[in-house]
């Protein structure tokens, strides 16, 4: 039994006649009688009452009829699936961002997607770097782009960037003494370390970078203002209460350099925060994540090769 003849059944019992279904069909009679035989003794059953007046279908045949025409609708179905996933994949696809990377990455993204692969939609979960994480680790986010993620941990990681850690204060006065290196404005650490400081608590990944490398040259830090949002550590530093720490990707979301703000690479030692993009071990990314994945990873080679994010590449 094969598809085609369940297709010339349909069309005999549908013509109520051999001939008739044979020109429909643009075979010759003989050959379809022949085909429909042959159903018949591979099903052992007879499928066809012939009369006079044509055919009809037998309580069997009238079965069969009811059953291929499901198996060949369930055969289209599947042809244009998988014809229309080769062509464009399509689905849901999650993707976890760190809170700090948001502004940069994720409008550009969502409007390349959509424009790219119109049957594709990106959720997109942001939250703190440990979330994110968490998030691919437990499998609610396809994919999602990691800070300093140690390997294992249930994850496939690919390298993707990595990035210096910047310090921005409110300065008029040019009393932050900062110096050029390469033509960059810089600040050594233990001179950021003695400022004012507007910090996220230690659950935060900077914060920890900051205060282990404090503690590893004996260093106390100088902390002014300590709050969890990143919202609220933002409004404090442009208000001028203080110095931050903050990932090149992060000036993307604030003001325009003017007279009187310091912003300058933090050295001896510099502070790199690493990026990978990453999705569940227990699982292979869908055609549609493998999709976002690539567009993703090719986004970013764009915005570091144009400058638009002060990054190398791994």
Known sequence: MDLR????????????????????????????TARIKKLEGDLGARLLERSHAGVAPTPVGLQLYHDALRLLADAAAIEERIQRSGAS??????????LLLVPLLAGPLLVGVRAAYPRIRVFV???MSLMVRKAVVEGR????????????QGLVCRPLAEEALLLSG???????????MDGEAVVRFAAAAALPLVLQSPRFSIRQDVERLAAE???????????????VIRSLHLAGAGFTFMPASSVFDQPPNRPGWLRARVVDPEIVRRYDLAHPSARSPSPAAAAVAEFLLEQVRQMVASGAWQARLL
């Not at 369940?6 to 001939?19: H, N, P, T």
């Open 89 to 98: 994949p399509e689905g849901s696809v999650t993707l976890a961002l760190p």
């Open 217 to 231: 040259r004996g260093l106390v830090l100088n902390i002014v203002h300590e709050h969890d949002s990143t919202r």
């Open 5 to 32: 003849s369940l297709r010339y059944f349909i069309a005999v019992v549908d013509a109520g006649s051999l001939s008739r279904a044979a020109a429909s069909l643009y075979v010759a009679q003989p050959a379809l």
């Open 125 to 127: 979960l942001d939250d």
């Open 170 to 180: 409110h300065d008029p006065a040019g009393a932050v003494a900062s110096e050029l």
């Open 141 to 152: 986010a396809d994919l999602g782009i990691l800070v300093d993620t140690p390997r294992g």
